[in-house]
């Protein structure tokens, strides 16, 4: 089974011919935790005492949070989970965190940014696997 922290080049560049000109974008994110964070590539943020998956991701929120509303974006939700109603047994997450962002160009710089990529670390330490799907509304959609 593959897990997935980070995203690649080829989707990176696969999402901006998507979504570039689709103006507002909103990001789901399902997020399972590791039992205790693991900070062997992030020494430098690595908190003195050992702590949780969850408290490092709430460390990442801590510290993206200024940032993310800097570049426009805002936390729409953030939630626990556990298994779906519908879908498999077998995928279980933790949490639900969905983003807004005002546009891909200012997500991206917002992902490039010094002061973000400084405490990104949290993200990786705190996350056993995860998944983000960006979507855009549908215009003129009559409900």
């Known amino acids: 089974m593959s897990n997935y922290i980070d995203t690649t080049p080829e989707k990176?560049?696969?999402?901006?011919?998507?979504?570039?000109?689709?103006g507002k974008i909103v990001m789901l994110n399902?997020?399972?935790f590791r039992q205790?964070?693991?900070?062997?590539?992030?020494?430098?943020i690595k908190?003195?005492?050992?702590?949780?998956?969850?408290?490092?991701?709430?460390?990442y929120i801590k510290n993206t949070l200024p940032e993310l509303e800097k570049s426009g974006g805002r936390i729409i939700y953030y939630g626990k989970s556990k298994s779906f109603l519908i879908g498999p047994?077998?995928?279980?997450?933790?949490?639900i965190l969905v983003v807004e962002h005002v546009s891909v160009e200012k997500f991206m710089a917002f992902a490039?940014?010094?002061?973000?990529?400084?405490t990104v670390g949290h993200r990786t330490a705190a996350?056993?696997?995860?998944?983000?799907?960006?979507?855009?509304?549908?215009?003129?959609?009559?409900?």
Do not use: C, M, V
């Open 89 to 95: 047994e077998s995928e279980k997450w933790d949490a």
């Open 30 to 32: 399902l997020l399972k």
């Open 12 to 22: 990176g560049k696969d999402f901006y011919l998507n979504f570039h000109d689709k």
């Open 127 to 143: 996350l056993e696997d995860s998944r983000l799907l960006p979507s855009t509304e549908i215009q003129n959609y009559t409900y």
């Open 112 to 118: 490039q940014n010094k002061e973000y990529l400084k």
């Open 36 to 44: 205790k964070a693991d900070y062997s590539n992030s020494e430098h």
């Open 47 to 59: 908190p003195e005492e050992e702590i949780t998956g969850e408290e490092a991701y709430q460390l």
